[in-house]
């Protein structure tokens, strides 16, 4: 039955929980957010100075000391025994230039092209929604603008007259960063919302944030609402946060169902994820929605119970046949199956929120009875949905790929 949202589990626990969860309303969850901008961005630190920056659509950008690949390209970076991660694109500090990373719905590789860009990021270069926009300032800074944040990776150069050069920064990133503080030592530029940098003293006037891991989320969530809060003072780490190892061994499983799910759609042309079968059930389309939908849900409750820089982010299609929209009908398979890929990195990306808790735990701002359940369900539920889809390939109207 495809109405359904979860099949039945294999303990009466699970299958109460899923059966309710099935047919609890939208309202009854936390509010929805519309993050078409807004996705959670994640800024990393790297040993050696490097900054990683990967937005929700699966783009990414490394700022780094050492003088950038051509074309953008990544290299093989290794810094001890920390294997920095290959990026999109790679800028240094040092180069001048405007650059712009895109890769538009149903395009297989992103694009990186200089471009004329201005601070203002106005202009019809930025009509794709998740482009990601690089200033590259010489030795001052690397400005990146993506989902409606605003980061600027500080250089040797970058001075205080940069910082009020642009009118809302979300994060500086770098090191060295109490040189921005006023002469008294205390007070910092109030045009920035966080400082992100590694085991550095912070002023009086900033709200002090530790952890021994190096991934921060920022978000425009609650730029407005948060404007006169004090400025957060990040000290992080350059080592990746790791997973415990029974937690790790779940999520890879639901990783891999993911994955085995995505091989079946990302073959499937728009036509056939359109097909409306006469039988009443769900178009091939509904199932993938649901699927990255509820997981989606689920994650960033917990992550936004953690941290409100990531929000709550609804994108469940509508339950029963009559009342279901496309949300992108346009999209191929393929681009369905990046956006199941896109949560299942939503998910692993921020899972550093979880520190201290358990597979047999409950997460705040979760309704699931442990971890371990959610991820249970998660990984039977990529499975039940493909096996219902796989299903229509044989319906009578089944569009050819001719």
Known sequence: MNSICFCIGTTTKLVFASFLLAFVPAACFPASVDAAEGDPVAVRLWPGGTVTVESH?????????????????????????IAIPETDA???????????????????????????????????????????????????????????????????????QTLESIEHIDAVIGSNLQRFAAEDGKS???????????????????????????TVAISSQSSESKAKSPAVWWNVSTQPWLMPEAMDKMFVAMEESCSESQAVFAA?????????????????????????????????????????????????????????????????????ARQMQ??????????????????????????????????KQMERHYSEHTANTQKKFQLPGWPSKN
């Not at 910092?188 to 966080?194: E, F, I, W």
């Open 342 to 375: 896109r949560v299942s990195d939503f998910s692993r990306r921020f899972a550093y929120l979880l520190d201290g808790y358990g597979t047999d735990d409950k997460v705040a701002g979760s309704r699931w009875p442990s971890m371990g359940a959610l991820l």
């Open 90 to 160: 790679t800028v240094s500090l040092g180069q001048a230039g405007s650059y712009l990373l895109r890769r538009p719905a149903n395009q297989a590789k992103p694009t990186w092209q200089s471009a004329a860009i201005s601070d203002t990021g106005t202009g019809d270069v930025f009509e794709t929604p998740n482009d990601i926009r690089v200033n590259s300032l010489g030795t001052k800074a690397v400005h990146l603008q993506l989902d409606g944040v605003h980061l600027l990776v500080a250089g040797p150069d970058c001075d205080v």
């Open 188 to 214: 910092l530029p109030t045009t920035v919302r966080n400082w992100i940098s590694v085991s550095a003293t912070a002023p009086d006037s900033a709200k002090v944030q530790t952890q021994n891991h190096n």
């Open 268 to 336: 499937l042309t728009a036509e056939q994820m359109n097909f409306q079968p006469a039988n009443g059930t769900h178009t091939p389309r509904w199932n993938v929605e649901h699927m990255m939908g509820r997981q989606l849900q689920f994650f960033s409750q917990m992550y936004h119970a953690a941290d409100v820089a990531i929000p709550v982010m609804d994108l469940n299609p509508a339950q029963m046949p009559p009342d279901y929209r496309f949300a992108n009908p346009n999209w191929s398979g393929a681009e369905e």
């Open 57 to 81: 659509w699966g783009l990414s950008v490394a700022v780094q000391n050492a003088p950038a690949s051509p074309e953008g390209s990544t290299p093989d970076r290794v810094s001890g025994t």
